[in-house]
Protein backbone atom coordinates (compact mmCIF):
# COMPACT_ATOMS: atom_id res chain seq x y z
CA UNK A 1 0.00 0.00 0.00
CA UNK A 2 2.94 2.46 0.38
CA UNK A 3 2.68 5.30 -1.37
CA UNK A 4 4.16 8.60 -0.46
CA UNK A 5 5.66 9.44 2.35
CA UNK A 6 5.50 12.32 5.36
CA UNK A 7 7.07 14.99 7.08
CA UNK A 8 6.38 15.20 10.86
CA UNK A 9 8.07 18.25 12.58
CA UNK A 10 5.59 20.47 14.55
CA UNK A 11 5.43 24.09 15.29
CA UNK A 12 8.25 24.15 17.68
CA UNK A 13 10.45 21.21 17.15
CA UNK A 14 11.52 19.35 14.18
CA UNK A 15 10.83 16.34 16.22
CA UNK A 16 7.43 16.32 17.16
CA UNK A 17 5.21 15.00 20.28
CA UNK A 18 1.75 13.18 19.56
CA UNK A 19 -0.37 15.90 20.50
CA UNK A 20 0.83 18.19 17.97
CA UNK A 21 0.98 15.92 14.76
CA UNK A 22 -2.29 14.37 15.52
CA UNK A 23 -3.56 18.13 15.42
CA UNK A 24 -1.73 18.52 12.17
CA UNK A 25 -3.59 15.13 10.73
CA UNK A 26 -7.25 15.95 12.56
CA UNK A 27 -7.20 19.74 11.43
CA UNK A 28 -4.69 20.70 9.09
CA UNK A 29 -2.59 22.86 11.44
CA UNK A 30 0.88 23.06 13.05
CA UNK A 31 0.89 23.35 16.60
CA UNK A 32 2.80 23.35 19.57
CA UNK A 33 3.95 20.39 21.79
CA UNK A 34 0.61 19.15 24.11
CA UNK A 35 -1.59 21.59 22.32
CA UNK A 36 -4.66 19.54 20.68
CA UNK A 37 -6.57 21.11 18.09
CA UNK A 38 -5.79 25.02 18.84
CA UNK A 39 -3.83 27.12 17.72
CA UNK A 40 0.63 27.24 18.32
CA UNK A 41 2.11 29.73 20.72
CA UNK A 42 3.80 32.43 19.20
CA UNK A 43 6.69 32.03 21.56
CA UNK A 44 8.66 29.29 20.32
CA UNK A 45 7.90 28.82 16.80
CA UNK A 46 10.15 26.70 14.42
CA UNK A 47 12.22 29.39 12.12
CA UNK A 48 10.31 29.78 9.14
CA UNK A 49 7.08 28.65 10.51
CA UNK A 50 3.99 30.37 9.65
CA UNK A 51 0.76 29.72 12.51
CA UNK A 52 -2.54 29.06 10.16
CA UNK A 53 -4.34 30.23 13.15
CA UNK A 54 -4.59 32.78 16.07
CA UNK A 55 -3.25 31.11 19.18
CA UNK A 56 -4.95 28.70 21.43
CA UNK A 57 -7.44 29.39 19.24
CA UNK A 58 -9.84 25.90 18.45
CA UNK A 59 -9.71 24.24 14.83
CA UNK A 60 -12.15 21.96 13.53
CA UNK A 61 -11.36 18.60 13.04
CA UNK A 62 -11.92 16.14 10.02
CA UNK A 63 -14.24 14.56 12.62
CA UNK A 64 -16.02 17.52 13.16
CA UNK A 65 -16.05 18.01 9.69
CA UNK A 66 -17.88 14.87 8.87
CA UNK A 67 -20.42 15.36 11.50
CA UNK A 68 -21.76 18.69 10.20
CA UNK A 69 -22.30 16.67 6.59
CA UNK A 70 -24.40 14.22 8.27
CA UNK A 71 -21.81 11.30 8.38
CA UNK A 72 -21.62 9.06 11.54
CA UNK A 73 -18.17 9.28 13.19
CA UNK A 74 -16.38 7.07 15.29
CA UNK A 75 -12.92 7.22 17.46
CA UNK A 76 -11.07 3.56 18.20
CA UNK A 77 -8.00 3.49 20.00
CA UNK A 78 -6.06 1.04 22.81
CA UNK A 79 -4.94 3.82 25.01
CA UNK A 80 -7.21 5.56 26.81
CA UNK A 81 -9.88 7.33 24.60
CA UNK A 82 -8.29 10.58 25.95
CA UNK A 83 -4.73 9.95 24.70
CA UNK A 84 -3.32 12.56 22.17
CA UNK A 85 -3.97 11.43 18.80
CA UNK A 86 -7.46 10.16 19.51
CA UNK A 87 -8.58 13.40 21.60
CA UNK A 88 -7.05 15.43 18.86
CA UNK A 89 -10.43 14.41 16.81
CA UNK A 90 -12.96 15.53 19.06
CA UNK A 91 -11.69 17.97 21.54
CA UNK A 92 -9.34 21.35 21.66
CA UNK A 93 -7.60 22.18 24.84
CA UNK A 94 -4.15 23.61 25.11
CA UNK A 95 -2.57 20.85 26.92
CA UNK A 96 -2.86 16.64 26.46
CA UNK A 97 -2.78 16.17 30.32
CA UNK A 98 -6.57 17.61 30.74
CA UNK A 99 -7.91 14.06 30.35
CA UNK A 100 -10.84 15.03 32.11
CA UNK A 101 -11.87 18.18 29.80
CA UNK A 102 -11.05 16.15 27.11
CA UNK A 103 -13.36 13.45 28.14
CA UNK A 104 -16.18 15.96 29.01
CA UNK A 105 -15.38 17.15 25.07
CA UNK A 106 -15.43 14.21 23.71
CA UNK A 107 -18.78 12.95 25.45
CA UNK A 108 -20.65 16.05 24.47
CA UNK A 109 -19.50 16.30 20.95
CA UNK A 110 -21.76 13.36 19.97
CA UNK A 111 -19.11 10.53 18.61
CA UNK A 112 -21.39 8.10 17.48
CA UNK A 113 -18.81 5.14 18.47
CA UNK A 114 -16.33 5.07 20.95
CA UNK A 115 -13.80 1.74 22.00
CA UNK A 116 -10.98 1.53 23.63
CA UNK A 117 -9.66 2.84 27.28
CA UNK A 118 -9.97 5.33 30.06
CA UNK A 119 -13.24 4.79 31.90
CA UNK A 120 -12.01 6.35 34.95
CA UNK A 121 -12.89 9.75 33.34
CA UNK A 122 -16.05 8.98 32.83
CA UNK A 123 -16.67 8.44 36.84
CA UNK A 124 -15.97 10.98 39.87
CA UNK A 125 -13.53 10.50 41.75
CA UNK A 126 -15.39 8.87 45.03
CA UNK A 127 -17.81 7.00 42.70
CA UNK A 128 -16.93 3.45 41.05
CA UNK A 129 -18.13 1.16 38.18
CA UNK A 130 -18.47 -2.42 38.86
CA UNK A 131 -17.88 -4.34 35.61
CA UNK A 132 -19.78 -7.14 33.84
CA UNK A 133 -16.38 -9.16 33.99
CA UNK A 134 -16.70 -8.37 38.13
CA UNK A 135 -13.75 -5.39 37.91
CA UNK A 136 -14.19 -2.13 40.10
CA UNK A 137 -13.05 1.04 38.20
CA UNK A 138 -12.78 3.63 40.28
CA UNK A 139 -13.50 7.75 39.45
CA UNK A 140 -11.10 10.36 38.55
CA UNK A 141 -13.20 13.19 37.77
CA UNK A 142 -12.89 16.76 39.88
CA UNK A 143 -16.04 18.12 38.42
CA UNK A 144 -18.68 15.58 40.05
CA UNK A 145 -20.23 14.87 36.74
CA UNK A 146 -21.06 11.48 35.84
CA UNK A 147 -20.66 11.13 31.77
CA UNK A 148 -21.51 7.53 32.08
CA UNK A 149 -25.01 8.51 33.39
CA UNK A 150 -24.61 11.67 30.31
CA UNK A 151 -24.12 9.06 28.10
CA UNK A 152 -27.09 6.61 28.37
CA UNK A 153 -29.10 9.74 28.82
CA UNK A 154 -27.87 10.54 25.56
CA UNK A 155 -28.70 7.47 24.13
CA UNK A 156 -25.74 5.34 24.50
CA UNK A 157 -25.18 1.91 25.17
CA UNK A 158 -22.24 1.34 27.01
CA UNK A 159 -19.96 -1.64 27.61
CA UNK A 160 -17.44 -2.89 28.76
CA UNK A 161 -16.30 -6.25 27.45
CA UNK A 162 -15.71 -7.95 24.38
CA UNK A 163 -18.26 -10.58 24.47
CA UNK A 164 -20.65 -7.21 25.47
CA UNK A 165 -19.48 -5.09 22.21
CA UNK A 166 -19.86 -8.12 20.45
CA UNK A 167 -23.80 -8.31 21.33
CA UNK A 168 -24.32 -4.48 19.73
CA UNK A 169 -25.53 -4.55 16.50
CA UNK A 170 -26.38 -0.73 15.96
CA UNK A 171 -26.89 2.78 17.62
CA UNK A 172 -24.41 4.46 19.09
CA UNK A 173 -22.09 2.80 21.74
CA UNK A 174 -19.14 3.42 23.80
CA UNK A 175 -17.04 0.64 24.76
CA UNK A 176 -14.38 1.04 27.25
CA UNK A 177 -12.62 -2.35 28.20
CA UNK A 178 -10.26 -0.25 30.90
CA UNK A 179 -10.32 2.45 33.56
CA UNK A 180 -6.80 3.22 31.57
CA UNK A 181 -5.05 2.08 28.84
CA UNK A 182 -5.49 -1.30 27.67
CA UNK A 183 -3.07 -3.66 27.53
CA UNK A 184 -0.19 -4.76 24.89
CA UNK A 185 -1.76 -6.96 21.87
CA UNK A 186 0.32 -9.49 23.43
CA UNK A 187 -0.49 -9.32 26.84
CA UNK A 188 -3.87 -9.79 26.83
CA UNK A 189 -4.54 -13.32 27.17
CA UNK A 190 -2.54 -12.96 30.73
CA UNK A 191 -3.43 -9.92 32.05
CA UNK A 192 -7.29 -8.89 30.25
CA UNK A 193 -8.58 -11.64 28.18
CA UNK A 194 -12.17 -9.62 28.35
CA UNK A 195 -10.43 -7.23 25.89
CA UNK A 196 -11.36 -7.01 22.32
CA UNK A 197 -8.47 -7.05 19.86
CA UNK A 198 -7.80 -3.96 17.71
CA UNK A 199 -9.03 -5.52 14.27
CA UNK A 200 -12.32 -7.00 16.41
CA UNK A 201 -13.22 -3.27 17.49
CA UNK A 202 -12.33 -1.70 14.12
CA UNK A 203 -14.71 -4.71 12.38
CA UNK A 204 -17.57 -3.37 14.99
CA UNK A 205 -17.25 0.29 14.68
CA UNK A 206 -16.98 -0.36 11.14
CA UNK A 207 -20.31 -2.71 10.67
CA UNK A 208 -22.66 -0.16 13.08
CA UNK A 209 -20.97 3.26 11.55
CA UNK A 210 -21.29 1.84 7.93
CA UNK A 211 -25.34 1.52 8.57
CA UNK A 212 -25.32 5.61 7.93
CA UNK A 213 -26.53 6.14 4.44
CA UNK A 214 -24.58 9.28 4.42
CA UNK A 215 -21.21 7.73 5.21
CA UNK A 216 -18.93 7.46 8.01
CA UNK A 217 -15.27 8.81 9.14
CA UNK A 218 -13.50 6.52 11.66
CA UNK A 219 -10.17 7.39 13.43
CA UNK A 220 -8.23 4.30 14.31
CA UNK A 221 -5.31 4.13 16.32
CA UNK A 222 -2.87 1.37 17.17
CA UNK A 223 -1.93 3.67 19.85
CA UNK A 224 0.91 1.09 21.79
CA UNK A 225 3.42 0.93 18.73
CA UNK A 226 4.59 4.48 20.00
CA UNK A 227 5.25 2.58 23.59
CA UNK A 228 7.03 -0.36 22.30
CA UNK A 229 9.69 2.33 20.47
CA UNK A 230 9.90 4.61 23.89
CA UNK A 231 10.37 1.22 26.20
CA UNK A 232 12.92 0.32 23.06
CA UNK A 233 10.91 -3.55 23.50
CA UNK A 234 11.56 -5.47 19.47
CA UNK A 235 8.56 -7.79 20.65
CA UNK A 236 6.06 -5.66 21.77
CA UNK A 237 6.71 -3.14 18.89
CA UNK A 238 6.42 -5.86 15.94
CA UNK A 239 3.33 -7.59 17.87
CA UNK A 240 1.43 -4.06 18.37
CA UNK A 241 2.33 -3.30 14.54
CA UNK A 242 0.61 -6.36 13.41
CA UNK A 243 -2.17 -6.35 15.62
CA UNK A 244 -2.18 -2.57 13.80
CA UNK A 245 -1.77 -4.50 10.66
CA UNK A 246 -4.75 -7.07 10.88
CA UNK A 247 -6.84 -3.95 11.88
CA UNK A 248 -5.71 -2.17 8.36
CA UNK A 249 -6.94 -4.83 6.74
CA UNK A 250 -10.38 -5.33 8.25
CA UNK A 251 -10.87 -1.89 6.67
CA UNK A 252 -9.27 -2.70 3.84
CA UNK A 253 -11.61 -5.68 2.77
CA UNK A 254 -14.72 -3.20 3.95
CA UNK A 255 -13.49 -0.50 1.76
CA UNK A 256 -12.63 -2.86 -1.52
CA UNK A 257 -16.37 -4.56 -1.07
CA UNK A 258 -18.02 -1.22 -0.69
CA UNK A 259 -16.21 0.79 -3.45
CA UNK A 260 -16.67 4.24 -2.01
CA UNK A 261 -14.43 4.58 0.88
CA UNK A 262 -10.76 5.07 1.07
CA UNK A 263 -7.90 4.18 4.16
CA UNK A 264 -5.33 6.40 5.11
CA UNK A 265 -2.76 4.75 7.43
CA UNK A 266 0.37 6.46 8.43
CA UNK A 267 2.06 6.93 11.82
CA UNK A 268 1.91 10.38 13.55
CA UNK A 269 5.92 9.96 13.64
CA UNK A 270 8.66 7.37 14.54
CA UNK A 271 9.36 6.40 18.50
CA UNK A 272 13.01 4.95 19.65
CA UNK A 273 14.63 4.66 15.93
CA UNK A 274 14.31 0.77 15.31
CA UNK A 275 16.54 -0.20 13.14
CA UNK A 276 18.02 -3.49 11.58
CA UNK A 277 21.69 -3.42 12.86
CA UNK A 278 23.29 -1.77 15.88
CA UNK A 279 26.95 -1.27 17.29
CA UNK A 280 26.85 -3.93 19.28
CA UNK A 281 26.35 -7.20 17.32
CA UNK A 282 28.85 -9.56 16.80
CA UNK A 283 28.96 -10.40 13.59
CA UNK A 284 29.61 -8.59 10.91
CA UNK A 285 26.49 -6.46 9.39
CA UNK A 286 26.91 -8.83 5.85
CA UNK A 287 26.64 -11.73 7.56
CA UNK A 288 22.98 -10.92 9.58
CA UNK A 289 20.74 -14.09 8.48
CA UNK A 290 17.24 -14.24 8.44
CA UNK A 291 17.03 -16.49 12.28
CA UNK A 292 19.48 -13.67 13.34
CA UNK A 293 16.72 -11.26 13.20
CA UNK A 294 13.54 -13.48 14.07
CA UNK A 295 14.90 -16.16 15.95
CA UNK A 296 15.24 -14.43 19.47
CA UNK A 297 11.87 -12.94 18.94
CA UNK A 298 9.97 -15.93 18.20
CA UNK A 299 10.58 -17.06 22.21
CA UNK A 300 9.29 -14.25 23.53
CA UNK A 301 5.57 -14.60 24.97
CA UNK A 302 5.07 -10.90 26.42
CA UNK A 303 6.30 -7.60 26.15
CA UNK A 304 9.35 -6.60 28.48
CA UNK A 305 6.13 -5.09 30.96
CA UNK A 306 4.74 -8.49 31.09
CA UNK A 307 8.09 -10.06 31.87
CA UNK A 308 8.78 -7.42 34.89
CA UNK A 309 4.49 -8.25 35.55
CA UNK A 310 5.15 -11.82 36.03
CA UNK A 311 8.54 -11.42 38.29
CA UNK A 312 7.08 -13.00 41.95
CA UNK A 313 9.69 -10.43 43.31
CA UNK A 314 11.88 -7.47 42.69
CA UNK A 315 15.28 -10.10 43.20
CA UNK A 316 17.37 -11.10 40.25
CA UNK A 317 16.68 -14.37 40.64
CA UNK A 318 12.64 -13.22 39.92
CA UNK A 319 14.02 -10.94 37.20
CA UNK A 320 16.32 -14.62 35.10
CA UNK A 321 13.36 -16.59 36.08
CA UNK A 322 10.78 -14.36 33.98
CA UNK A 323 12.88 -13.61 31.39
CA UNK A 324 13.31 -17.83 30.50
CA UNK A 325 10.11 -18.20 31.08
CA UNK A 326 8.33 -15.33 29.05
CA UNK A 327 11.46 -14.64 26.61
CA UNK A 328 13.06 -17.88 26.24
CA UNK A 329 16.54 -16.56 27.10
CA UNK A 330 19.02 -17.18 30.16
CA UNK A 331 20.78 -14.02 31.81
CA UNK A 332 24.03 -14.15 32.83
CA UNK A 333 25.22 -12.59 35.49
CA UNK A 334 27.30 -10.00 33.02
CA UNK A 335 23.53 -9.15 31.66
CA UNK A 336 21.74 -9.07 34.54
CA UNK A 337 24.49 -6.10 35.81
CA UNK A 338 24.01 -4.47 32.75
CA UNK A 339 20.04 -4.32 33.04
CA UNK A 340 20.53 -3.08 36.77
CA UNK A 341 23.22 -0.60 36.08
CA UNK A 342 20.62 0.85 33.20
CA UNK A 343 17.34 0.77 35.61
CA UNK A 344 18.88 3.14 38.04
CA UNK A 345 17.81 6.21 36.16
CA UNK A 346 15.25 4.29 33.77
CA UNK A 347 12.12 1.83 34.62
CA UNK A 348 13.78 -2.07 34.83
CA UNK A 349 11.37 -3.09 31.74
CA UNK A 350 13.02 -0.20 29.58
CA UNK A 351 16.13 -1.48 30.70
CA UNK A 352 15.46 -5.27 30.62
CA UNK A 353 13.94 -4.42 26.80
CA UNK A 354 17.24 -2.32 25.71
CA UNK A 355 19.66 -4.54 27.33
CA UNK A 356 18.28 -7.98 25.16
CA UNK A 357 17.78 -5.99 22.33
CA UNK A 358 21.63 -5.03 22.26
CA UNK A 359 23.20 -8.48 23.71
CA UNK A 360 20.83 -11.52 21.96
CA UNK A 361 19.53 -9.75 18.48
CA UNK A 362 19.90 -7.61 15.53
CA UNK A 363 17.43 -4.50 16.21
CA UNK A 364 19.33 -1.22 16.98
CA UNK A 365 17.79 1.88 18.82
CA UNK A 366 18.70 5.49 18.58
CA UNK A 367 16.54 7.21 21.73
CA UNK A 368 13.87 6.42 24.29
CA UNK A 369 12.33 9.27 22.48
CA UNK A 370 10.75 10.53 19.05
CA UNK A 371 12.56 11.09 16.10
CA UNK A 372 12.07 13.62 13.50
CA UNK A 373 12.26 12.29 9.81
CA UNK A 374 9.65 11.45 7.65
CA UNK A 375 7.30 8.92 8.25
CA UNK A 376 5.42 6.19 5.71
CA UNK A 377 2.05 7.18 3.80
CA UNK A 378 -0.25 3.41 3.53
CA UNK A 379 -2.78 4.52 0.91
CA UNK A 380 -5.26 3.01 -2.17
CA UNK A 381 -7.35 5.34 -4.15
CA UNK A 382 -6.58 8.30 -7.04
CA UNK A 383 -5.98 10.37 -4.26
CA UNK A 384 -3.14 8.87 -2.65
CA UNK A 385 0.23 11.21 -3.03
CA UNK A 386 3.23 9.63 -4.68
CA UNK A 387 5.48 12.10 -3.13
CA UNK A 388 6.38 14.04 0.03
CA UNK A 389 3.81 15.30 1.91
CA UNK A 390 3.53 17.59 5.41
CA UNK A 391 1.31 15.99 7.62
CA UNK A 392 -1.18 18.73 7.50
CA UNK A 393 -1.80 17.95 4.69
CA UNK A 394 -3.20 14.54 5.30
CA UNK A 395 -6.12 16.40 6.50
CA UNK A 396 -7.05 18.17 3.43
CA UNK A 397 -6.47 15.05 1.51
CA UNK A 398 -9.09 13.32 3.90
CA UNK A 399 -11.64 16.13 3.76
CA UNK A 400 -11.52 16.89 -0.08
CA UNK A 401 -12.16 12.44 -0.30
CA UNK A 402 -15.64 13.46 1.73
CA UNK A 403 -16.13 16.67 0.75
CA UNK A 404 -15.94 19.07 3.69
CA UNK A 405 -14.65 22.12 4.10
CA UNK A 406 -12.40 22.27 7.79
CA UNK A 407 -11.93 26.33 6.90
CA UNK A 408 -15.73 26.92 6.68
CA UNK A 409 -16.24 24.05 9.87
CA UNK A 410 -13.81 26.23 12.05
CA UNK A 411 -16.02 29.43 11.37
CA UNK A 412 -18.85 27.69 11.72
CA UNK A 413 -18.33 26.06 14.93
CA UNK A 414 -15.57 27.99 16.78
CA UNK A 415 -16.42 31.81 16.93
CA UNK A 416 -14.51 33.66 19.48
CA UNK A 417 -17.45 35.63 21.66
CA UNK A 418 -15.45 38.68 22.17
CA UNK A 419 -15.51 39.22 18.53
CA UNK A 420 -18.92 39.88 19.24
CA UNK A 421 -19.77 41.32 22.51
CA UNK A 422 -17.71 42.52 25.37
CA UNK A 423 -20.93 42.17 27.50
CA UNK A 424 -20.46 38.69 29.07
CA UNK A 425 -18.95 37.11 32.59
CA UNK A 426 -16.99 33.67 32.60
CA UNK A 427 -18.16 32.31 36.21
CA UNK A 428 -15.53 29.81 37.36
CA UNK A 429 -16.80 28.66 40.84
CA UNK A 430 -19.16 26.83 39.34
CA UNK A 431 -18.68 22.70 41.36
CA UNK A 432 -19.31 21.40 37.57
CA UNK A 433 -16.92 23.86 35.83
CA UNK A 434 -16.87 27.51 34.09
CA UNK A 435 -19.77 28.31 32.93
CA UNK A 436 -20.42 31.35 30.41
CA UNK A 437 -23.24 34.01 31.49
CA UNK A 438 -24.26 36.26 28.09
CA UNK A 439 -26.94 37.69 26.74
CA UNK A 440 -29.61 36.27 29.64
CA UNK A 441 -28.40 32.76 28.62
CA UNK A 442 -26.08 30.01 30.05
CA UNK A 443 -23.02 28.29 28.23
CA UNK A 444 -21.74 25.30 30.38
CA UNK A 445 -17.39 25.11 28.70
CA UNK A 446 -16.84 21.42 27.09
CA UNK A 447 -20.69 21.20 26.54
CA UNK A 448 -23.06 21.33 23.20
CA UNK A 449 -26.17 23.29 24.77
CA UNK A 450 -27.30 26.35 25.92
CA UNK A 451 -30.00 27.01 29.07
CA UNK A 452 -32.22 30.19 28.26
CA UNK A 453 -35.31 31.12 29.97
CA UNK A 454 -34.99 27.54 31.83
CA UNK A 455 -35.03 25.90 28.19
CA UNK A 456 -31.72 23.72 27.23
CA UNK A 457 -31.20 24.37 23.85
CA UNK A 458 -28.62 21.83 21.57
CA UNK A 459 -25.89 23.52 19.71
CA UNK A 460 -23.78 21.93 16.97
CA UNK A 461 -20.48 21.93 18.50
CA UNK A 462 -19.04 22.32 22.05
CA UNK A 463 -18.10 25.44 24.25
CA UNK A 464 -14.41 25.99 24.28
CA UNK A 465 -12.37 28.15 26.80
CA UNK A 466 -9.07 29.24 26.09
CA UNK A 467 -7.08 29.83 28.73
CA UNK A 468 -4.21 30.86 26.75
CA UNK A 469 -1.08 29.50 29.01
CA UNK A 470 -1.21 31.73 31.94
CA UNK A 471 -3.30 32.28 35.15
CA UNK A 472 -4.68 35.75 34.51
CA UNK A 473 -8.79 35.57 33.19
CA UNK A 474 -8.53 38.42 31.46
CA UNK A 475 -6.81 36.94 28.80
CA UNK A 476 -9.19 34.20 28.70
CA UNK A 477 -10.99 33.37 25.71
CA UNK A 478 -14.40 31.92 24.84
CA UNK A 479 -15.35 30.47 21.37
CA UNK A 480 -19.11 28.95 20.58
CA UNK A 481 -20.75 27.68 17.85
CA UNK A 482 -22.79 30.25 15.18
CA UNK A 483 -25.39 28.52 16.05
CA UNK A 484 -24.96 29.76 20.04
CA UNK A 485 -24.52 33.58 18.40
CA UNK A 486 -28.04 33.32 16.44
CA UNK A 487 -29.74 32.10 19.52
CA UNK A 488 -28.07 34.37 21.90
CA UNK A 489 -29.04 36.99 19.07
CA UNK A 490 -25.55 38.36 18.34
CA UNK A 491 -24.90 37.03 15.08
ZN1 LIG B 1 5.49 8.76 22.00
Known sequence: MQTGTVKVHMANSIIPGS?????????????????????????????????????????????????????????????????ATPAAFASHVQDRGMDNDIME????????????????????VGESYTTSFGSIW???????????????????????????????????VWGLFD??????????????????????????????????????????????VDWAGHNNDAIYMVRDFIAFDDAVKVANDFAEDDGRTIVMAYPDHNTGGMKIGHYDTAMGYTETRVEDLVNPLNGMKTTANGVVAMMVDNSDEA??????????????????????TYARSRSLSYA???????????????????????????????????HVIDNTELAQ????????????????????????????????????????KVAGAILPVNKDYMIKAGRTIRL???????TCGDDNPANDKVYVSRRALKKLGLR
Open 19 to 83: AAAATAFATGHKTTARFLSVGPRKEDLLTGTNPTVAPYAPVASILEAAQRAGKATGIVATSRVTH
Open 352 to 386: LAHIVSKNYTVIGWTTHGHTGETVPLWMGGKRAPE
Open 138 to 172: HGKRSDGENLMAVLKERGYQFVDSRTEMESITSGK
Open 397 to 436: IAAASIDVDLKKTTRRLYVDLSDRTKNYTIDYNDASGPVI
Open 319 to 340: LRASVLENWGISLSDEDLLEIR
Open 105 to 124: QMVYNNVDVVFGGGARHLIP
Open 460 to 466: PGITVLA
Open 179 to 224: DSHMQPDMDRQYFAEHEPSLAEMVDKAIKILSQDPDGFLLMVEGSQ
